[in-house]
């Protein structure tokens, strides 16, 4: 009962009903029209012969006078298929024709009796039938009936009538099987439907919508709805792999934290002790704050301010700031300038993500037996280019992609300090000025390039 | 010194009155906007320590109101904001310096102590002295007794801002501010190493040695003897 609810509830339902009633009322329209003016027109063909004949019999009798009149009204009605013929004296009494018996009232006017009326023949056979008749008085007082059965102009009207009201019949039927399919399949693909986002709402984000194959308009809804469904779970996948990386990435220095500061108190806070929990604890929040900043960067455009920004004097300072570090280092840290483009940005966001490109170069390309690391600006088709390149270990091609997101490192670089942060940070500033990141092998080592589109 | 601190979290602003005490400072402590407006129109204090996210009256607004009565007391902004144009803006409310959530105390004093002491620090002296250790501030040079130190541009800047702030700690972050004009948390030891660098410059020939080195802090210019903690 529900379900029959539910399936009169439909547009398809509803669609087809609404077709249904308008085709039937222009159905039974188109045939009471046809069926009408059939019968009008075999009306007045049988009046105009009628009149034809009277006319006829009218100058007869004029020309042969009364008297043969009733002979020749017995002659005529005498032949196959005649029409019906009537002469009766003034008082009504029938003295010639082929009708036994009819109204007589219908004698006592000329003219048209057009509504039809019931007679009666003589001949046995014919049981009571149907006609229209025209009366005309004679000269002498004799009236004169001359009509026409119309039995088969109202057989006719019978099968049409008859033929419309099976047609409609079978219309009503046909609409009504359309609308038990079409609502069924629409309903049972809302349904299906209905359950696969039951199951996604309840948290499986890995089902989708079912498509029929046919690419309806369901279809491509559904089409629609799994692309949406796909970047849900994406993110949510995104938010669970970030947060069980937090849970990991945090666990170890809290374990480790906590113990300090246990050993601590069992020794009654030995001073480098004690500076070993502080620079754990400045690592934590170290991450926190990278985090933060990375998820600003990423969300926050609204907040950072944009200025029209040289690149080489950014580039300079960092070089700058990184220099003495390197030497130290022995690495051989080389800027090269081949821009002086401008771009809208934050100096402070290019400025860390410098660093941080620079910061792993220096970690990272020092496995080469001679360290280079090479900081370049240059421009290409619109696009200002900064590149950190280094000859280390680099990174695998197949890794380049995944290093940029949180927390993701090496294995061979988990023994090195650092949060896995670094590139996610530089990736999200990237993006936010419009620009992206590139890994790249430098054959060998890491080629790092910010590409940043020039303020126009 | 005298610190108003303008929190509304009761728990920190109790653990950051009871670190500044320890630490020698008086302290008062209200919990929200009007009420600290009010406070720093009433008694001159050193410094004010502000939260930026305040009941009744966030903390921009109080501090643009102070600096409008002409209230000139040096404010610290604490925000749980922490990104680069919260700062721009917290400065130009008439902030003077800012520090995000979550931060370490030993940076907080750092800064407090140097924004207190400001107004001693803005002499227009040409030449500043810390024990035999003169800074040229014309010729943007130094001299160690007697002998002529050359810098490099921004080794001098690095020097010039531990002698003004002598004797106080300074912390990495606050050097990447002030001698590069970079605001973030540096993730490595870069400061280290210039650091070094300068040491080398004017101690390594040198007795005593004045640039010492806080551990898991920051730094400090100072004469040994002079040194109070």
Same mark, same amino acid.
């Given at each position: 009962m529900e379900r029959l609810r539910q399936?009169?509830?439909?547009? &398809?339902?509803?669609?087809?009903?609404? !077709?249904?009633?308008?085709?039937?009322?222009?159905?039974?329209?188109?045939?009471?029209?046809?069926? !009408?003016?059939?019968?009008?027109?075999?009306?007045?063909?049988?009046?105009?012969?009628?009149?034809?004949?009277?006319?006829?019999?009218?100058?007869?009798?004029r020309r042969l006078g009364v008297r043969n009149l009733i002979p020749m009204i017995e002659r005529r009605s005498r032949q196959p298929g005649a029409n019906l013929y009537l002469v009766s004296d003034a008082s009504g009494r029938i003295i010639a024709g082929n009708v036994r018996d009819l109204d007589r009232k219908l004698l006592?006017?000329?003219?048209?009796?057009?509504?039809?009326?019931? !007679?009666?023949?003589?001949?046995?056979?014919?049981?009571?039938?149907?006609?229209?008749?025209?009366? @005309?008085?004679?000269?002498?007082?004799?009236?004169?009936?001359?009509g026409r059965d119309i039995g088969d102009a109202e057989r006719f009207r019978q099968?049409?009538?008859?033929?419309?009201? !099976?047609?409609?019949?079978?219309?009503? @039927?046909?609409?009504?099987?359309?609308?038990? @399919?079409?609502?069924?399949?629409?309903?049972?693909h809302i349904d299906?439907?209905?359950?696969?986002?039951?199951?996604?709402?309840?948290?499986?984000?890995?089902?989708?919508?079912?498509?029929?194959?046919?690419?309806?308009?369901?279809?491509?809804?559904?089409?629609?709805?799994? &692309?949406?469904?796909?970047?849900?779970?994406?993110?949510?996948?995104?938010?669970?792999?970030?947060?069980d990386s937090i849970a990991h990435d945090l666990k170890t220095p809290l374990t480790r934290l906590r113990n300090r500061a246990e050993a601590a108190l069992d020794k009654s806070a030995d001073e480098a002790v004690l500076q070993d929990i502080i620079s754990d604890a400045d690592g934590l929040i170290k991450t926190f704050n990278a985090l933060l900043m990375i998820s600003q960067v990423e969300t926050g455009a609204r907040a950072v301010q944009f200025d029209s920004n040289q690149l080489s004097p950014i580039l300079q300072d960092v070089h700058e700031?990184?220099?003495?570090?390197?030497?130290?280092?022995?690495?051989?840290?080389?800027?090269?300038?081949?821009?002086?483009?401008?771009?809208?940005?934050?100096?402070?966001?290019i400025a860390q993500a410098l660093t941080n490109l620079l910061d792993n170069a220096l970690k990272y390309g020092l496995s080469a037996e001679k360290p280079k690391i090479e900081l370049r600006l240059y421009e290409t088709s619109g696009e200002a280019r900064i590149s950190v390149c280094d000859n280390g270990n680099g990174v695998p091609g197949e890794q380049q992609q995944a290093v940029t997101e949180r927390f993701v490192r090496l294995d061979a670089s988990r023994s090195k300090p650092g949060?896995?942060?670094?590139?996610?940070?530089?990736?999200?500033?990237?993006?936010?000025?419009?620009?992206q990141l590139t890994l790249s092998d430098n054959q060998p080592g890491l080629c790092a390039e910010i590409s940043l589109p020039i303020a126009t | 010194m005298n610190v108003l601190i303008v929190e509304d979290d009761q728990q920190l602003a109790e653990q950051l009155v009871a670190s500044l005490r320890e630490n020698g400072h008086e302290t008062v402590h209200v919990g929200d906007g009007l009420a600290g407006e009010h406070q720093a129109n009433q008694m001159a204090y050193d410094v004010m320590i502000v939260d930026r996210m305040l009941p009744q009256q966030d903390g921009l607004t109080m501090i643009s109101n102070l600096r409008r009565s002409g209230v000139k007391t040096p404010v610290l902004i604490l925000s749980a904001l922490g990104q680069v144009d919260d700062r721009v803006t917290g400065l130009r409310?008439?902030?003077?310096?800012?520090?995000?959530?979550?931060?370490?105390?030993? /940076?907080?004093?750092?800064?407090? /102590?140097?924004?207190?002491r400001r107004a001693e620090n803005q002499s227009a002296d040409t030449t500043v002295k810390i024990a035999d250790l003169i800074l040229d501030r014309i010729g943007h040079s130094a001299e160690r007794a007697g002998q002529k130190i050359t810098l490099q541009p921004r080794e001098y800047r690095l020097l010039e801002y531990l002698m003004r702030n002598e004797g106080r700690l300074v912390t990495r972050t606050m050097l990447l501010e002030h001698v590069w004009d970079l605001h973030f948390d540096p993730q490595t030891n870069v400061i280290d190493v210039h650091i070094s660098r300068l040491r080398a410059k004017i101690d390594k020939d040198f007795d005593p040695p004045l640039l010492q080195t806080v551990r898991g802090r920051g730094y400090r210019l100072a004469h040994p003897e002079s040194a109070d903690e």
């Amino acid at each position: 009962m529900e379900r029959l609810r539910q399936m009169l509830n439909t547009t &398809a339902v509803r669609l087809t009903l609404i !077709y249904t009633l308008l085709f039937g009322i222009l159905a039974v329209g188109v045939v009471v029209y046809v069926s !009408y003016n059939t019968g009008r027109i075999i009306i007045s063909q049988i009046q105009s012969t009628v009149d034809e004949e009277i006319n006829q019999i009218a100058r007869n009798s004029r020309r042969l006078g009364v008297r043969n009149l009733i002979p020749m009204i017995e002659r005529r009605s005498r032949q196959p298929g005649a029409n019906l013929y009537l002469v009766s004296d003034a008082s009504g009494r029938i003295i010639a024709g082929n009708v036994r018996d009819l109204d007589r009232k219908l004698l006592q006017e000329d003219g048209w009796q057009v509504p039809p009326f019931k !007679y009666q023949r003589f001949s046995e056979e014919d049981p009571e039938g149907l006609a229209i008749a025209k009366v @005309f008085t004679l000269p002498g007082g004799l009236r004169l009936l001359v009509g026409r059965d119309i039995g088969d102009a109202e057989r006719f009207r019978q099968i049409v009538g008859r033929a419309s009201t !099976y047609s409609l019949m079978v219309m009503v @039927f046909t609409g009504l099987l359309l609308w038990f @399919f079409v609502g069924r399949r629409a309903l049972k693909h809302i349904d299906s439907v209905s359950k696969s986002s039951q199951q996604i709402i309840d948290g499986d984000l890995s089902q989708r919508l079912p498509l029929s194959g046919s690419g309806d308009e369901f279809d491509r809804l559904s089409n629609s709805l799994n &692309a949406l469904i796909e970047r849900v779970e994406k993110l949510n996948t995104g938010v669970r792999v970030m947060s069980d990386s937090i849970a990991h990435d945090l666990k170890t220095p809290l374990t480790r934290l906590r113990n300090r500061a246990e050993a601590a108190l069992d020794k009654s806070a030995d001073e480098a002790v004690l500076q070993d929990i502080i620079s754990d604890a400045d690592g934590l929040i170290k991450t926190f704050n990278a985090l933060l900043m990375i998820s600003q960067v990423e969300t926050g455009a609204r907040a950072v301010q944009f200025d029209s920004n040289q690149l080489s004097p950014i580039l300079q300072d960092v070089h700058e700031l990184f220099e003495p570090s390197a030497e130290e280092l022995g690495i051989e840290l080389t800027l090269k300038i081949e821009s002086q483009a401008s771009v809208q940005c934050s100096r402070e966001l290019i400025a860390q993500a410098l660093t941080n490109l620079l910061d792993n170069a220096l970690k990272y390309g020092l496995s080469a037996e001679k360290p280079k690391i090479e900081l370049r600006l240059y421009e290409t088709s619109g696009e200002a280019r900064i590149s950190v390149c280094d000859n280390g270990n680099g990174v695998p091609g197949e890794q380049q992609q995944a290093v940029t997101e949180r927390f993701v490192r090496l294995d061979a670089s988990r023994s090195k300090p650092g949060s896995g942060l670094g590139l996610a940070l530089v990736k999200a500033v990237a993006k936010l000025h419009s620009g992206q990141l590139t890994l790249s092998d430098n054959q060998p080592g890491l080629c790092a390039e910010i590409s940043l589109p020039i303020a126009t | 010194m005298n610190v108003l601190i303008v929190e509304d979290d009761q728990q920190l602003a109790e653990q950051l009155v009871a670190s500044l005490r320890e630490n020698g400072h008086e302290t008062v402590h209200v919990g929200d906007g009007l009420a600290g407006e009010h406070q720093a129109n009433q008694m001159a204090y050193d410094v004010m320590i502000v939260d930026r996210m305040l009941p009744q009256q966030d903390g921009l607004t109080m501090i643009s109101n102070l600096r409008r009565s002409g209230v000139k007391t040096p404010v610290l902004i604490l925000s749980a904001l922490g990104q680069v144009d919260d700062r721009v803006t917290g400065l130009r409310a008439g902030g003077d310096d800012y520090l995000s959530k979550p931060y370490a105390f030993s /940076e907080l004093l750092a800064r407090i /102590e140097i924004l207190g002491r400001r107004a001693e620090n803005q002499s227009a002296d040409t030449t500043v002295k810390i024990a035999d250790l003169i800074l040229d501030r014309i010729g943007h040079s130094a001299e160690r007794a007697g002998q002529k130190i050359t810098l490099q541009p921004r080794e001098y800047r690095l020097l010039e801002y531990l002698m003004r702030n002598e004797g106080r700690l300074v912390t990495r972050t606050m050097l990447l501010e002030h001698v590069w004009d970079l605001h973030f948390d540096p993730q490595t030891n870069v400061i280290d190493v210039h650091i070094s660098r300068l040491r080398a410059k004017i101690d390594k020939d040198f007795d005593p040695p004045l640039l010492q080195t806080v551990r898991g802090r920051g730094y400090r210019l100072a004469h040994p003897e002079s040194a109070d903690e």
